[in-house]
């Protein structure tokens, strides 16, 4: 099968490899930022995940001559007014190594004290294809739960192990497989969606 090469805008090695697991049986061969050789870093200062995932597809498009896809995601608590929102990868100012801890540090304590009931949440992703050209398309996904008390399993990543998905078993994200979580997180579902939008766009 000849595949197709996509460009994927994050440097992110967690979201690399979630998309490498569901684009594993489709005609498209995934590239990384770090193949792309002086590849520009996008400020995200977009007010929406649509926003953000447009603005990053669309500049690396340009710069890089590939079709590229684009994530922007996170988590919505309604006890919180819906923070960290799309403030979710720096909510606690830390970049890089550390942010996750940070970030969850900083969430739980603003938890401090909320019953279950209003601890509901729910992680957003909104997934932009771009090409040269200019040529885009969307899709979303969501995916409800809520914010627990204690942190646990050992996959995932970022608010994973915290966020308790809704599919009556008690467990966070965390604990999910990698299939079981694809099946029915906020970027399965965006990816789901996108695949016959990218399948359109390359059409010959």
Sequence with gaps: MSHV???VATRNRHKLREFAEMFANTKYRLLSVDEVPGAPEVVEDGVTFRAN????????????GHITIADDSGIEIDALDGRPGVFSARYAGVHGSGADEANNRKMIEE???VPDERRTARYRCSLAVVKPD??????????EGRI???ARGEGGFGYDPWFLVNDGTGRTMAELTASEKHA????GAATAGLLPLLDDLTAP
């Design 111 to 113: 938890l401090d004290g």
């Design 5 to 7: 090469a996509i460009l």
């Design 148 to 150: 627990g008390h204690e």
């Design 53 to 64: 995932a447009h603005k990053k597809a669309q500049e690396l498009a340009e710069f890089s």
């Design 184 to 187: 029915i997180s906020h970027r």
């Design 134 to 143: 200019g040529t885009a398309a969307y899709a979303d996904g969501t995916c």
